[in-house]
């Protein structure tokens, strides 16, 4: 079993940036390729970021790609989501997601374990 936790989240205007965290307990967290995840009201939820165990490989969506930016310290059981020039439409619950695989999944259903989320609003 993994444990997630997300922080970081709140109220921005848009262009602003915020810093997701998630932190990690339970089993090895070095062995879980690290994905973060978005869904905003009436849509499903979609694929942002992800990381593979060691942080060498990184695959983002197109939407955000260049914008945020995934990394993780296995030292301190944490992956993070660095958001920079926030857009209304970046207006979600974000989550964490864990999978013990090496490759990096985009669909949520590859994922094993999941956290409570963490809500972003961007306002125009």
């Known amino acids: 079993q993994v444990q997630l936790v997300e922080s970081g989240g709140g109220l921005v205007q848009a262009g602003g940036s915020l810093r997701l965290s998630c932190a990690a307990s339970?089993?090895?967290?070095?062995?879980?390729?690290m994905g973060w995840f978005r869904q905003a009201p009436g849509k499903e939820r979609e694929f942002v970021a992800g990381?593979?165990?060691?942080?060498?490989?990184?695959r983002y969506a197109d939407s955000v790609n260049g914008r945020f930016t995934i990394s993780r310290d296995n030292a301190k059981n944490t992956v993070y989501l660095q958001m920079n020039s926030l857009k209304p439409e970046d207006t979600a619950v974000y989550y964490c997601?864990?999978?013990?695989?090496?490759?990096?999944?985009?669909?949520?259903?590859?994922?094993?374990?999941w956290g409570q989320g963490t809500q972003v609003t961007v306002s125009s």
């Open positions: 997601a864990a999978d013990d695989t090496i490759v990096v999944h985009t669909i949520p259903g590859a994922y094993e374990y």
């Open positions: 339970g089993r090895t967290f070095s062995r879980y390729a």
């Open positions: 990381i593979r165990r060691s942080g060498s490989v990184t």
